[in-house]
């Protein structure tokens, strides 16, 4: 074992010795850059505070999360509990097996994804915070706040639960920041281009692109960043077309759109996980399940929210418009 690696190794000892028993707020830590925390907190943007910077974001994330996936593939680096089981089980309080499952650390180590999904999420949003206007520029402080400490915490969590080396944490920063530059760069000249296109042409590249980065990438996370985003891209041109539902309006019908937006979510997850248990192509059923839950997301709650009254529709006698 090289001395780079046995560094890292007593670091990771040394950072639960110097804050020894406090497993329980780092697994809280931990689960703010994992796939639930962004299953609610993706959705809160775009329904209830700013539809398109919740599209953005959402692109974004997964966009994010397919390079990660891809980085993993090409590295194929283990995870601390692989190189050496003999010093990092201690730090378990739990059999390796649940650790591995509670903290979502399966497959490769390098890069982090839960370091790389919170320094793009969190990075975007404190860019966009700078724009916020009227009542909801009051969350400045607090977007900034919340930012700078969960871009330090969620990492350094990764550490001290053992399931990733620093050089894990230090390349998802470093590429974080480079898909967060990219996206700031293209993003807006895509956008443009895309709206610029009529409906068909807009479903045909949400749907071909993330068809053909599943089938490049047949992986397990590699297919369910694929498949939401193809269902939040269709979602999001046929939304734009037919609904045009606004994210303004008061405070109980924002948290109720929430509320009956994500109960329904939270059904279509589970039991369509439940109802697919078994059946094989097991990719397959998982790439539909996970375009199903991204079309409802970005298309099925907005429709369902003007339906409800829950908010405003603008899209009568409209075409697609930038709004």
């Keep these: ?92 309080d739990v059999p390796l097996t649940e650790a591995i499952e509670a903290y979502e650390a399966h497959g490769n180590g390098f890069p982090s994804g839960h370091t790389q999904s919170t320094i793009v999420t969190w990075g975007y949003l404190a860019a966009q915070a700078r724009q916020l206007k009227g009542q909801l520029a009051r969350l400045r402080l607090l977007i900034y706040t919340v930012a700078a400490l969960l871009v330090v915490l969620v990492p350094l969590s990764r550490l001290y639960l053992g399931v990733h080396f620093p050089r894990d944490v230090l390349g998802s920063y470093v590429l974080g920041i480079i898909i967060l530059a990219l996206f700031a760069w293209l993003a807006p000249g895509a956008e443009t281009s895309l709206a610029r296109l009529g409906l068909t042409w807009q479903l045909v590249v949400a749907i071909t692109i993330p068809l053909t980065a599943a089938l490049v990438m047949p992986g397990k996370n590699a297919v369910t960043a694929a498949a939401t985003l193809l269902g939040m891209g269709v979602g999001f041109a046929a939304e734009r077309r037919w609904i045009r539902a606004e994210t303004d309006g008061a405070i109980w019908q924002r948290a109720l759109r929430f509320v009956v937006g994500m109960a329904i979510l939270g059904g279509l997850y589970a039991g369509l996980k439940g109802a697919f248990k078994g059946l094989e192509p097991v990719l397959v059923f998982r790439f539909i399940r996970y375009a199903l839950v991204g079309l409802w997301g970005s298309l099925g709650a907005p429709w369902a929210f003007t339906k409800l009254r829950l908010s ?8 697609i418009v930038r709004k």
């Design 1 to 92: 074992m090289d001395t780079l690696l046995n560094w890292e190794l007593d670091l990771i000892i040394q950072i639960r010795n110097t804050i020894p028993n406090l497993v329980g707020v780092f697994e809280l830590l931990t689960s703010l850059g994992g796939e639930m925390f962004f299953l609610v907190l993706l959705p809160l943007i775009y329904w209830c505070v700013d539809r398109r910077t919740g599209a953005r974001l959402t692109v974004l994330f997964l966009i994010s999360a397919g390079a990660n996936n891809v980085a993993k593939l090409l590295f194929h680096s283990p995870r601390p509990f692989v190189i050496a089981p003999q010093r990092i089980a201690p730090l378990f």
């Design 312 to 319: 405003k529709s603008t899209a009568e006698g409209q075409h």
